[in-house]
């Protein structure tokens, strides 16, 4: 898949990393070229840094790991999404968000043409998507949104970043709650002093 990657930081590098190793042509959207957080990126397989402009119009799926508050600013930096996957990783910690929204996925299909937007790798640290494995277990990743083949990509994707399992857990009327449960993450990793080495794992059975 021809993935966009808009935010090349913790979150955005990791996966960016996890998908070209498996094969993905990655396109590094970034503003200035000649320097940017995340440059030794280029040196995964199938990865180059372009233009957001460029990047967007050359992929079919745009991840966006850019801060919350810039949520709005980013999404009108695309230029024309029509027939492009969104997929938003970015949360509202602590009010810090965009004004007028209660999550940021909301905010992104406010500002772009496509639909099919979805929440995804969102409800966890960064260090999880570099490695999601305890042991011999993998956790879960889990994805929100109406739009089915956003759904399909998400769910692919996160079993490429090797996550056990990505569930399904709603429509776009859930994207705040998966906002709160990556807040329930962050509350017990850092306000609670359990570490970033946890992660959520749904047991069936």
Same mark, same amino acid.
């Given at each position: 898949?021809?993935?966009?990657?808009?935010?090349?930081?913790? !979150?955005?590098? +990791?996966?960016?990393?996890?998908? &070209?190793?498996?094969?993905?042509?990655?396109?590094?959207?970034?503003?200035? %070229? $000649?320097?940017?957080?995340?440059?030794?990126?280029?040196?995964?397989?199938?990865?180059?840094?372009?233009?957001?402009?460029?990047? !967007?119009?050359? +992929?079919?799926?745009?991840?966006? &790991?850019?801060?919350?508050?810039?949520?709005?600013?980013?999404?009108?930096? %695309? $230029?024309?999404?029509?027939?492009?996957i969104i997929i938003d990783s970015m949360n509202i910690v602590m009010g810090r968000g965009p004004a007028g929204f209660k999550n940021t996925t909301d905010a992104l299909l406010s500002a772009t043409q496509t639909r099919?937007?979805?929440?995804?790798?969102?409800?966890?640290?960064?260090?999880?998507?570099?490695?999601?494995?305890?042991?011999?277990?993998?956790?879960?990743?889990?994805?929100?949104?109406?739009?089915?083949?956003?759904?399909?990509?998400?769910?692919?994707?996160?079993?490429?970043?090797?996550?056990?399992?990505?569930?399904?857990?709603?429509?776009?009327?859930?994207?705040?709650?998966?906002?709160?449960?990556?807040?329930?993450?962050?509350?017990?990793?850092?306000?609670?002093?359990?570490?970033?080495?946890?992660?959520?794992?749904?047991?069936?059975?």
């Open positions: 898949m021809k993935i966009a990657i808009i935010g090349t930081g913790n !979150v955005g590098g +990791a996966l960016a990393t996890k998908w &070209a190793h498996k094969g993905h042509q990655i396109f590094l959207g970034v503003r200035d %070229l $000649g320097n940017f957080k995340g440059k030794e990126l280029l040196n995964n397989p199938n990865t180059q840094a372009l233009s957001i402009l460029e990047a !967007v119009k050359l +992929a079919e799926l745009i991840l966006i &790991a850019t801060p919350a508050p810039s949520a709005i600013e980013t999404a009108q930096s %695309l $230029g024309d999404t029509t027939g492009k099919d937007i979805v929440k995804c790798f969102n409800s966890t640290g960064f260090n999880n998507m570099q490695n999601p494995s305890y042991g011999q277990t993998a956790i879960d990743m889990f994805v929100a949104g109406d739009s089915e083949i956003g759904m399909s990509c998400a769910i692919q994707l996160a079993l490429d970043a090797g996550f056990a399992a990505c569930y399904p857990i709603g429509g776009n009327d859930k994207f705040e709650l998966l906002e709160q449960f990556a807040w329930f993450w962050i509350n017990l990793a850092m306000f609670q002093g359990m570490g970033r080495d946890m992660g959520f794992k749904l047991m069936k059975r």
